[in-house]
């Protein structure tokens, strides 16, 4: 998946949702079909994913990321999750 394939407003699809489990110190993505464990990047993506742009999201995990841009691991991670169905366009 390319960035310009990639949605323009994440959000989590449908029956999808961002979790932390404090029993096993976790952050969780859990949809109907399983659980996916994201590290603390990940979650921080995931949690940003409420229909404000990709820009918009870059510029505010650049505020948190001390060691490069993280654009290229949004764009990545965000076409990892929309292969999987677990994004749509909040645009939709």
């Not at 029956?15 to 932390?20: P, S």
């Not at 990940?42 to 820009?55: E, H, K, P, S, W």
């Not at 764009?75 to 929309?82: E, I, N």
């Amino acid at each position: 998946m390319t960035r310009e394939s990639q949605t323009e407003r994440p959000r989590l699809a449908p029956g999808v949702r961002y979790r932390w489990d404090a029993m096993r110190e976790q952050h969780q993505l859990l949809f109907p079909e399983g659980l996916l464990v994201l590290n603390e990047s990940g979650a921080a993506i995931v949690q940003l994913c409420d229909g404000r742009t990709t820009d918009q999201m870059i510029h505010e995990l650049e505020d948190l990321v001390t060691d490069g841009n993280p654009a290229d691991d949004v764009h990545q991670f965000l076409a990892r999750l929309a292969e999987k169905g677990l994004l749509r366009d909040g645009n939709s």
